[in-house]
């Protein structure tokens, strides 16, 4: 299948891309790397009537580290973030979960903005970035507003951005000295989406855990210091308070025996890793 005629527009900088988006609207879509945008188009899923290609704005094309916060623009692809040589040191939690992202082909066009704005449950990158705490920066023509990675994703395939926003870049907090992270997930194949995904955050006074895959959104919990019955009792509490439902990857209670199990994995790796 093919898709339904549209415009093209090339946009050589941001504010003509944001212009054209505020003239077209809704009847627009972004593209920066396509690699969920494409199938959809060739479907028919959605039906544009102008396709504005943002992909080389050369404003949103770096990984800028602020201190704090790593801000990775529009234009920056999984791959590029995944070869930054200080990802290792400056964001352990992204290095680990970047490999288990798609395959390296897709990485090389996929976007990392692309993939928080699409904000599919079973995604690593939304999950990591709501682990963390970080933001999303949205861009108009009216302006810039910044939400933190809570409220910006508000359901499955669901966000906050309005229909003349774009996603113009996305910050991850920096590690935290003394922090180990972790991240894990379950997929019957390299490269698919997670049926299950967990992350870990350790500090020296307590633990911060994130599910995706299980409900509409990622869902993260702050606990104490735990380990043995208290950790087990914890998981499995958070496992059947995620509401999972059967479908065609797994069974309801499959999903949560995973959260159970890649749980009780990713905060004993997590507090493994702190230094």
Not at 72 to 93: I, N, S
Not at 169 to 182: D, L, N, S
Not at 184 to 203: K, L, S, Y
Not at 213 to 224: H, I, S
């Amino acid at each position: 299948m093919k898709p339904a005629p549209f415009d093209y527009l090339r946009a050589d900088d941001e504010e003509e891309a944001l212009e054209a988006l505020a003239e077209a609207g809704d009847d627009a879509r972004l593209l920066a790397g396509g690699q969920t945008l494409m199938p959809m188009l060739n479907m028919r899923l959605v039906e544009p009537a102008v396709l504005i290609d943002i992909s080389r704005l050369p404003n949103r094309a770096g990984i800028d580290d602020e201190g704090e916060a790593i801000e990775v623009g529009a234009a920056v692809t999984q791959a590029d973030l995944e070869g930054w040589p200080a990802l290792a040191e400056r964001a352990p939690l992204l290095a680990q979960a970047l490999p288990l992202l798609g395959h390296v082909q897709t990485r090389s066009r996929g976007t990392v903005c692309g993939s928080i704005a699409f904000a599919d449950p079973s995604a690593e990158l939304p999950l990591c970035l709501a682990t963390l705490g970080g933001e999303v920066v949205l861009r108009s023509r009216a302006g810039t507003r910044t939400l933190p990675a809570a409220e910006f994703q508000t359901g499955m395939l669901s966000t906050a951005c309005r229909e003349d926003e774009m996603v113009a870049a996305v910050r991850f907090p920096t590690a935290e000295p003394g922090a180990g992270y972790a991240f894990t997930e379950f997929a019957r194949r390299h490269g698919d989406f997670a049926v299950v995904a967990v992350t870990a955050v350790a500090r020296t006074n307590g633990i911060r855990i994130g599910v995706g895959g299980v409900a509409e959104r990622p869902v993260v919990q702050d606990w104490p210091l735990l380990a043995g019955d208290a950790l087990d009792d914890a998981l499995n509490a958070l496992a059947w308070s995620l509401d999972a439902a059967d479908d065609a990857h797994a069974s309801a209670r499959y999903r949560r025996e995973l959260v159970r199990r890649l749980g009780k994995q990713t905060v004993t790796a997590a507090l493994e890793a702190r230094p």
